[in-house]
């Protein structure tokens, strides 16, 4: 049985590798050849090689082996931002989907910031912030915050009725239910939104360090831009998705663990 | 058994005579919905009276869209009425309570918590000791044929055994009134009988006053003390029976005469609200065209 399992994992895995697979066969092919100049596209082995150098070091290259330099960083930036979304998101959330009377307060005016694009904020943020860590939290807090805040506005309050009749037949009183039934019940759309915010902040940290700061995954991305060094900016852009990739399963991991605990 | 049933079952020994004092008392109770729309007030039930007296169980049939699960929602406290009182041993109800256990159409369970912890959800609101509900809750699962599957959450079973879970986890408080909404409708019919069986054993040992939700004349008239027959809407009481089949009953009774005669009679009442109600719609769709 378990075997089985296994073998029907296997086999979709190896259907979804086969179109990456088939991708850089044919990006291998086309720049191998010289029918595309390496400025433009350089070869796999070439990104390969600058991501090794960029890691691990070894070159004479100016990034060469800097990588935890700027991925601390980034790291740090994104760590911060998000934190500070998540703790003014779920607690708002929580409150505002609760109780609506406070939500009639406050609501309308989140919804109307809302339609300010994140990236609206920048010049405004680099005003009040300057260049540096502090435009990137505020930036990264921003992009996080909504994503988290509305979905545990919705978990909370659109919490299955039957259950809070449940809830209410069997004794729970008033505060007792938030506890045992409405936040058990919400904690999916929590943890959904959180996960969401977790992949803004990566966005929005690339586009806070996108304003000129020295060290960061974002700063470098931009530099190598102006040096032409194009498989570095392709090795970076493969960098970034994959921690926000190792990130949300290391919060997923984390948030289903308290799931365990928490609920009961 | 069935010898006996011939000679009890004279079950239209109608008007249903209050000889017991009312546990539920509903007092021309109106019940109002204000369209969402903007539109004219929608009346779902209508100047309704009943009396309900203790360690009854009462079945309420009746065409759907007739009021009878707000005339539940009205006791359980999770809904108030227009106009008119809703009383409990002669006290007006205020919101859900623990003395009023329910049991909603789909179980309603908890679905993050597995089977025991569903059963002791309401014991640890209330703060009873540990141990105790613990003892009262496998009493209970071992009751309900459920004790193997304690550690299992409400995914993982059947919906029959989620309908079980949520009986368990409604006795389990003693409440003295057990309402019911149409908790059977959505199993298959040889379940639903074992169901039943299960639950007219539950109300023969400990004599709950119990108010059954139904639209099926079969189920109201076997697990029934009385039946009460709800026109369409607005609702109101349009026939209230005994239903003095011996106790203990099982589904031998179903297939008796006497059974068979005063179903097809209830049957034909209710098929007749149900027209009323169909048609009434149509109306409703023909005027706004």
Redesign the interface.
Known sequence: MLDLINLDRLAAIGKAVCLPVVIVIIWAFVTERGWVPSYVLPSPRTVLATLVDFIFGGSQQAFSGTFVKHFLQSLYRVAGGFACGALLGVPLGIVLGYNRKIGAFIEPTIELSRSVPGICWLPLALVWFGIGTGTSVFLIALGSFYSIFLSTLGGVRYVNPVLLRAGRSLGATESSLLYTVILPAAFPSILSGLRLGLSYSWIYMVLGEFTGVNYGLGALLLQSRDTMDTPLIIGLMAVIGTLGVISDRIMLLFMTRILGMDVR | MTGAVAADARVRTVPHSNDRPAKISFRNITKEFVSQAGGPAMKAIDGLSLDIAEKDFVCLIGPSGCGKSTLLNLI???ETATSGEVLLDGVGIK????D???V?Q?G???P??NVL?NVC??PK??AVPRERYLAEAHAILEQVGLSAFAQHLPAELSGGMRQRVAIA??LI?RPPVLLMDEPFGALDPQTRVLMQEMLLQIWERDNRTVLFITHDVEEALFLGSRVVVMSSRPGRVLEDVRADLPHPRDFSVLGHPEFVKVKAELFALVREQAIAAAADSAGGIRSTR
């Open positions: 359980a406290g999770f919101g859900p309570g623990p009023r256990g329910v909603f789909e309603a369970l908890f993050w918590l912890d959800y309401g609101r209330l986890r409604a408080n």
